[in-house]
């Protein structure tokens, strides 16, 4: 998806670029925006050396639900399961249902370590595209 916005602010070679709500806007939330929101701001690394003021483009990458999906759903599940099966071969329906419920404590323990390997960062920063219209330099040239 590509998307216009306004580069606000610099961080070494980071650009926080601003996002507004424009009327192709759904609920899709591939851009983290909610209904309520006006706005929604982007950190990219700023591969065109952007300024302060310019409008950019961006391309932000679709997140792949299916891992999403997977990690927050079926991946708690699996060591549940695992010693279900494990209690009910072994033990009787008591310690079954205990340890499933142990299992599926284990699997969210899992998931979060994996969120905290990953930063919380489950979906690809968006990437600068282009330079739309650059702000007014010293000199009193723009760039559009």
């Not at 483009?57 to 990690?71: K, Y």
């Not at 699997?107 to 489950?122: E, S």
Request: proline letters at 2%; one cysteine or more; hydrophobic letters at 40%.
């Amino acid at each position: 998806m590509k998307e216009f916005g306004t580069v606000i602010k610099l961080k070494g070679e980071f650009a926080q670029v601003r996002i507004g709500r424009n009327s192709a806007c759904g609920s899709c939330g591939k851009c983290g925006m909610t209904e309520n929101q006006k706005y929604v701001d982007f950190y990219t690394q700023n591969t065109l050396d952007a300024k302060v003021g310019d409008q950019v483009e961006l391309e932000i990458h679709d997140t792949n639900t299916s891992q999403l999906a997977f990690v927050g759903y079926i991946l708690p599940l699996i060591p549940a399961l695992i010693l279900l099966f494990v209690a009910l071969t072994f033990l009787n329906e008591l310690w079954a249902t205990l340890l499933f419920f142990v299992g599926y404590a284990l699997g969210f323990i899992v998931v979060g370590l994996i969120d905290k390997a990953k930063k919380h960062k489950w979906m690809s920063s968006p990437t600068m595209i282009q330079i739309i219209k650059q702000t007014q330099t010293e000199g009193g040239t723009s760039n559009e």
